[in-house]
């Protein structure tokens, strides 16, 4: 079986974790960096063992040579527009042209198919993605890991440790938002890499956390519950945040504006997993929501 993975964004946290879970699983690994990467992480992917190549994403016969003998395209590249439809289009280009029958695509967020169009800029940016990639003749498997746990460490309405809040919206109480490390994100990623009978969609979640679920967890870490605060209804949530995307233009520009963070907050009170896919892979495991806040 041929386990040769590419990997595009490798010197990103969530990539470079990628090819080491990946080299951890006896594959082959190549990494494309631009000419500008940084030189350190380049050599610690190197020295990790990846066979790092250098292309520029606007040439495709280079970009098609570096997918070369690939059996899996892993893309982990952030960015606005530019990066998430154009640049990842350019290496799906490539990939198809070197005949790489699978690719994951930089999909690694709540599962953006349960929100309408204008919840969240940044996953309408990944269904375009989506409706690009479902034309082409590959294989696409996109991995949804909700939110990424160190989320819950920055003081986010949903745990602010400052204040010792945590907010919800009516009716959500007890709705479970998904969150993973990228730790094991990467881990289930590597996996799911080498794995040539995976669906369309995976989902994963380290962990399922309600406020009802963190209020108690709160009590049991810090001695007394953070006080629980309703904030209203999601539909006003919504109206309020194209309201402050309206207010503020020029947040189209940048990748984590307020009002997109405001949309990421959104997005976990408007879509969750009905099933996981956790056990596809028996041997992993998974980091609790203790373990992040300890």
């Given at each position: ?105 930089s999909d690694f967020c709540t599962d953006y198919t349960q929100l309408s169009k204008g ?176």
């Amino acid at each position: 079986m041929n386990n040769t993975i590419l990997v595009a964004g490798a010197t990103g946290n969530l990539g470079e974790k990628i090819c080491h879970r990946l080299i951890e699983r006896n594959a082959h690994v190549k990494a494309i960096v631009r000419a500008n990467s940084d030189a350190d992480k380049v050599k610690s992917l190197k020295d990790a063992g990846v066979d790092v190549i250098q292309v520029d994403f606007n040439d495709h016969q280079s970009l098609q040579s570096a997918c070369a003998g690939a059996s899996c395209v892993v893309s982990t590249l952030a960015g606005l527009r530019e990066v998430i439809v154009t640049v990842q289009s350019q290496l799906l280009d490539a990939a198809v042209s070197a005949g790489v029958p699978r690719f994951i695509p930089s999909d690694f967020c709540t599962d953006y198919t349960q929100l309408s169009k204008g919840d969240n800029r940044n996953f309408d940016l990944r269904k375009e993605f989506q409706a690009l990639i479902d034309q082409r003749p590959v294989k696409a498997t996109s991995i949804f890991n909700g939110a990424f746990s160190y989320v819950l460490q920055y003081g986010i309405p949903l745990l602010n440790t400052k204040n010792k809040t945590i907010a919800y919206y009516e009716d959500k109480l007890d709705w479970k938002v998904d969150f993973t490390t990228l730790d094991d994100t990467a881990a289930f990623t590597a996996a799911a890499a080498l794995d040539n009978d995976t669906p369309r969609y995976l989902n994963i979640a380290g962990f399922q956390v309600s406020p009802q679920d963190l209020a108690a967890l709160t009590e049991r870490l810090y001695g007394k519950a953070f006080k629980l605060v309703n904030e209203g209804s999601m539909e006003q949530f919504l109206i309020n945040n194209n309201a402050f995307r309206a207010e503020h233009p020029e947040g189209e520009n940048e990748l984590y504006p307020r009002w997109q963070q405001a949309q990421y907050l959104y997005s976990m009170f408007a879509a969750h997993h009905q099933h996981l896919d956790n056990v596809r892979y028996p041997e992993l495991s998974w980091s609790s929501v203790e373990d992040v806040l300890k």
